[in-house]
């Protein structure tokens, strides 16, 4: 089992920025995979940025905003968030896909809130 504690969120002005942080407990491995989703009220869960050895990701919306990083011996994985605007405005969820010979789990954390206002 793995679980997932995300601290960071709050409020921020626009042009703002944070940065989220998502620590797992478990067994978590650099080739598994660690990201951040998000979801607005009223829309559907959105992919931002994910992260494994050699390969990141990031949704259009974030891309040259948003960087993901992580830190393998504490098992963290980081969105530091810069420009941020009212539409970044969302719950933001971390995410582990562990892959094992025996097969893929996925575990998401509770959430934590971004409000971009002024």
């Known amino acids: 089992q793995v679980q997932l504690v995300e601290s960071g969120g709050g409020l921020v002005q626009p042009g703002g920025s944070l940065t989220l942080s998502c620590a797992a407990s478990?067994?978590?491995?650099?080739?598994?995979?660690m990201g951040w989703y998000r979801q607005a009220p009223g829309n559907e869960r959105e992919l931002v940025a994910t992260?494994?050895?050699?390969?990141?990701f990031y949704a259009d919306s974030v891309k040259g905003r948003f960087t993901i990083s992580r830190d393998n011996a504490k098992k963290t994985v980081y969105l530091h968030m810069n420009s941020l605007a009212p539409e970044d405005t969302a719950v933001y969820y971390c995410n582990v896909r562990v892959s094992r010979y025996y097969g893929d789990s996925e575990y998401r954390g509770k959430g934590t809130l971004v409000t971009v206002s002024s």
């Open positions: 992260i494994r050895t050699g390969r990141i």
């Open positions: 478990g067994s978590v491995f650099s080739s598994d995979v």
